[in-house]
């Protein structure tokens, strides 16, 4: 297997990956050679950050595949609404699920899961009313052994939709998403996606620190927002929009609290939404989905180099 996938394209350059077919197919040629060179303006990347290529290695049909994955050492979890499958990571097979609430409608208490995480044996999922309004969000725990629904965390009305969480240096991490669009009997933007958070939580999730996205992903990712995210163990923190096939690859600011983007990583089959990397092994593997399609891509991720080695700063406490 080459490792070309590892070298930065030309900046401001994107290709646009086909669409493989089938339940699962794992990957003998560099990513590079499965392709289609469709040359387009780089609107999601800064002037002087460069941009790589994940290497795709399995991709699976994954009917309820439509917000997000988490993953494990024999396991991934596929995340829809208000349901979640557990299969089988080698095979794709389904192992078990939480099928959601029974009752329908208004008295359904879960709306919009948008991600999960695994930590510690268990799932969490961040949750919120969208497209409702005013916005409120919660976060939802499972047993990821049983597929029991076991602990919920309302966070009420916040700073907007939370659409991701994650566990990363001793904190709970997350996105409050806003919208530029104007939702189904509103009159008002969906909150603004310029508006938009990243967050650190403390052990309680109550909210110690927040940032802002740069505007040039705002313009990128809008009228959407950021639905997924994930810290690498490269310590950076993987970012996605809700429709583009490409991860923007942050680091804290050293001051301020506008989010400094170092590269971008464009990914086949993917698009968008929630995103897990695999933290059960030692390699870069990152797992995604395609929602229009109902697949789940697992990836190869590039060394991100030339940037520095990040370091998370020191808040004034």
């Known amino acids: 297997m080459t490792?070309?996938?590892n070298q930065p394209l030309e900046?401001?350059?994107?290709?646009?990956p086909f669409f493989l077919a089938g339940p699962v197919?794992?990957?003998?040629?560099?990513?590079?050679?499965?392709?289609v060179a469709t040359l387009f303006a780089g609107a999601s990347c800064a002037a002087d950050v460069p941009v790589y290529r994940a290497e795709l290695m399995q991709v699976f049909d994954a009917p309820i595949a439509r917000?997000?994955?988490?993953?494990?050492g024999q396991f991934f979890y596929v995340v829809t609404n208000n349901a979640i499958n557990k299969r089988a990571k080698v095979s794709g097979d389904l192992v078990s699920e939480w099928p959601g609430e029974q009752s329908e409608g208004e008295n359904n208490p879960l709306i919009h899961m948008?991600?999960?995480?695994?930590?510690?044996?268990r799932l969490y999922a961040s949750h919120s009313n969208y497209p409702k309004s005013?916005?409120?969000?919660?976060?939802?725990i499972w047993d990821a052994e049983?597929?029991?629904?076991?602990?919920?965390?309302?966070?009420?009305?916040?700073?907007?939709s939370l659409t991701w969480l994650d566990r990363y240096d001793g904190s709970w991490w997350g996105a409050f998403a806003n919208y530029d669009k104007v939702q189904t009997g509103q009159t008002n933007a969906y909150g603004l996606t310029d508006n938009t958070q990243v967050v650190r939580f403390d052990e309680d999730f109550v909210v110690v620190e927040s940032w802002v996205l740069p505007q040039n992903i705002l313009d990128r990712i809008r009228p959407m927002s950021n639905s997924g995210g994930s810290w690498g163990p490269d310590g950076y923190l993987y970012l996605t929009g809700h429709d583009h096939g490409e991860i923007y690859i942050m680091q804290l600011?050293?001051?301020?609290?506008?989010?400094?983007?170092?590269a971008t990583v464009e990914v086949p089959v993917m698009e968008g939404q929630g995103i897990a990397w695999d933290r059960s092994g030692s390699g870069r593997y990152l797992w995604g989905i395609n929602k229009q399609k109902r697949k789940v891509a697992h990836l190869k991720m590039p060394e991100i180099t030339g940037a520095g080695v990040p370091q998370l700063p020191q808040s004034v406490q």
């Open 3 to 5: 490792d070309s996938y």
């Open 11 to 16: 900046k401001g350059v994107f290709k646009t």
């Open 25 to 35: 197919w794992v990957m003998a040629v560099p990513i590079s050679l499965i392709l």
């Open 67 to 72: 917000q997000g994955v988490a993953v494990d």
């Open 114 to 121: 948008d991600s999960l995480v695994v930590h510690e044996g």
């Open 134 to 140: 005013p916005m409120t969000s919660s976060i939802e």
């Open 146 to 160: 049983t597929m029991r629904h076991v602990a919920s965390h309302s966070l009420g009305v916040n700073r907007g």
């Open 253 to 262: 600011p050293r001051a301020g609290s506008v989010l400094n983007q170092v």
